[in-house]
């Protein structure tokens, strides 16, 4: 296993800083590289007792044991067709229970119907599971209280982490995880740095940064997604001619994606009565649906949204 620097990963991808800590103490958590959403993946012995040190921290006793799977960007499923859905940053996964953990390195990132909505759809979906819900964030005021006994909400804040992080990974000997831990422990100092001023602080890094080439707009409310128009344009484009289409769009993460789809749908369903886009249908292709990417942002995340025309309206 060699790991991705931060050098690399920044000059691969142009991420934010709360993706970039995701993505690097995913690295660390799974000691491979990073996993494609919405799959389960096997937790490095080490990332397993950070877990359980976290989980402490968050809970107190009760870390579950086992040997639990690990989803970076954990899809928690619309109820109906109008629905979002939602989509925490992290899920350790039981067969009884989930610990729901959602990154935040931004306060202004942060959203008060988010949790609320994590608890309801997961509730929803895993009804038998116990469902604890940690919420990492830099110091901010964040109470929340679940309701009924089977779920437990914890906040904790970032600068609590460097200490742990330091304990289970002392001496980092394959190539590149010390880079990714400093990396790590450098972007959680940096939390008192405006998200302007975080990347500049990177120095020649910052400077070969690339960005994935999507058409910029925040019309659909996903800062950095295509526009709506631009998805409306490959949506009418599918309806005349029946074949289906992906939009190229790197997201940030997960629930940006669902935005977007949630975002199309909206417009594809207020089309008038008798257009062909009332036959189109926006859904999110995942790497264990039939069938390979579309997309360089399918292949790099295993995620894509795809338009496809189906032989009857579908929109009531």
Not at 277 to 291: D, E, F, N, T
Request: proline share 10%.
């Amino acid at each position: 296993m060699r790991f991705e620097t931060p050098t690399e990963l920044l000059a691969r991808l142009k991420l934010g800083r709360e993706e970039y800590c995701q993505r690097l103490l995913t690295t660390l958590l799974l000691h491979a590289p990073y996993p494609r959403w919405n799959t389960r993946s096997v937790l490095a012995p080490e990332g397993a007792a950070f877990l359980r040190d976290l989980h402490e921290l968050s809970f107190g006793t009760g870390w579950p044991g086992g040997a639990p799977a690990f989803v970076d960007e954990f899809e928690l499923p619309p109820r109906d067709d109008a629905e979002k859905g939602g989509a925490p940053d992290y899920t350790v996964v039981w067969s009884d229970r989930l610990w729901l953990i959602e990154l935040k390195t931004e306060k202004g990132s942060h959203r008060a119907t988010q949790v609320p909505g994590y608890f309801e759809l997961a509730h929803h979906h895993y009804p038998e599971a116990r469902i604890d819900l940690t919420y990492l964030t830099p110091p901010m005021q964040a109470p929340y209280q679940p309701d009924g006994d089977g779920a437990r909400y914890a906040h904790v804040t970032w600068e609590t982490l460097p200490d742990l992080l330091r304990s289970h990974w002392p001496a980092p000997a394959t190539p590149g995880q010390q880079e990714v831990l400093d990396g790590l422990l450098a972007a959680i100092d940096s939390l008192h740095l405006t998200p302007m001023e975080w990347r500049p602080a990177l120095g020649a890094v910052a400077e070969v940064a690339t960005q994935v080439e999507i058409v910029t707009a925040d019309a659909a409310g996903v800062p950095g997604a295509p526009s709506i128009d631009d998805v409306m344009e490959l949506a009418a484009a599918t309806a005349e001619d029946r074949r289906p289409r992906a939009v190229d769009f790197l997201p940030a993460d997960l629930e940006d994606l669902l935005a977007l789809r949630a975002a199309a749908r909206e417009r594809l369903a207020s089309s008038p009565p008798g257009s062909p886009l009332r036959r189109v249908m926006p859904w999110i292709w995942q790497a264990a649906s039939m069938g390979g990417p579309m997309t360089g942002a399918g292949r790099e995340v295993g995620m894509e949204l795809r338009l496809s025309r189906y032989g009857r309206p579908l929109y009531g």
